[in-house]
């Protein structure tokens, strides 16, 4: 049996066995899975990894569950356990297992992704252009009929490649479909924000039956049930993906809440200082250069107890 059909039988695998989660009462449906698992010696083979792995991992909490599968799969040889893994999260299309998995999963399985204070450029066979933003995960999906993204964490600046295919980016709380060619989609918390830079992109929540769609020059921001509100992009918005960040009017506090997510360790600002406002261009690969810049512009001053313990106070 080759790896590309392993692969395929394992997620076709996770598949069956999200759908059977979802409707266990369902006779059709399981004797569809039994015409399925019958139908050859691969599909058996891979609903056996299956099965153990869920019976390995049923009694355990999820989250030491996943603890456990890090450290057995860095030790095993072969595709296996890792493939399953992903094929039980990313295999099963739009289904509560799938959606959840989000919530769970390691990063360390994502194909892409970047450290605290990262950025990642990456081009795609299809000829996309990728920027990771700082503390990304991301998996690429392509198959004969679709190209798929799943953004697990983080944020992506996306180029699409001219392909027939359909390209689209798949987030905790949704999916969304281009319509054209450069567009960002962040994943906050509990939320997805999609920023459209050039023509347009169809956003559906998980639990929506409609796609709407967004157009170039606006973001909206939404959960699984629905779209919370379309805005006006901001001025220069987009420069984050070329390690800048561009502020007009911003309170200090809000400038630093972003800044921190390019730093590991702490840094955060006093009350007093908080309602200050900032307006310029600031490097997101340079945070200490940063920090200095608005220091001189501000009545402000730096206490830096380590490299990642940092708070700015007043003068």
């Known amino acids: 049996m080759t790896k590309d059909a392993q692969r395929q039988a394992l997620r076709h695998a996770a598949q069956w066995f999200a759908h059977l989660s979802a409707n266990p009462d369902d006779p059709a449906l399981r004797a569809q899975w039994q015409r399925w698992h019958c139908r050859s010696a691969e599909h058996e083979w891979a609903w056996q990894q299956l099965t153990e792995l869920q019976a390995r991992l049923g009694s355990m909490p999820q989250q ?32 509560s297992l799938a959606w959840q998995g989000y919530d769970v999963a390691p990063k360390w399985m994502a194909d892409l992704k970047t450290r605290t204070g990262e950025q990642r450029q990456e081009a795609l066979a299809d000829g996309t252009l990728l920027v990771l933003d700082t503390d990304t995960a991301l998996d690429v999906m392509f198959n004969a009929s ?31 479909r281009a319509l054209g060619t450069r567009f960002a989609v962040r994943q906050l918390d509990g939320l997805t924000r999609l920023s459209v830079y050039q023509h347009a992109v169809a956003v559906r929540p998980e639990q929506a039956t409609d796609e709407v769609v967004i157009e170039e020059g606006q973001s909206v921001t939404f959960d699984r049930q629905r779209l919370l509100g379309t805005q006006a992009l901001k001025t220069a918005e987009e420069a984050w993906a070329q390690g800048r960040l561009v502020v007009e009017g911003w309170r200090l506090d809000l400038l630093i809440n972003e800044l921190q997510r390019y730093c590991p360790g702490y840094l955060g600002c006093a009350p007093e200082v908080s309602h200050l406002r900032v307006s310029g261009s600031y490097s997101l690969g ?19 107890l380590t490299r990642y313990w940092t708070r700015i106070l007043p003068v």
């Open 146 to 176: 679709t190209r798929l993204l799943i953004l697990r964490a983080g944020e992506i600046h996306v180029t699409t490649g001219k392909d027939s295919r359909p390209f689209l980016v798949r987030s905790a709380q949704g999916e969304l």
């Open 286 to 304: 340079n945070i200490e250069l940063t920090l200095n810049t608005i220091a001189r512009s501000l009545p402000i001053r730096i206490q830096q």
């Open 64 to 95: 030491l569950a996943w603890a456990v599968m890090e450290k057995s799969t860095l030790r095993e040889s072969g595709p296996n356990r890792r493939t399953l893994l992903k094929g039980l999260l990313l295999g099963a299309g739009a289904s």
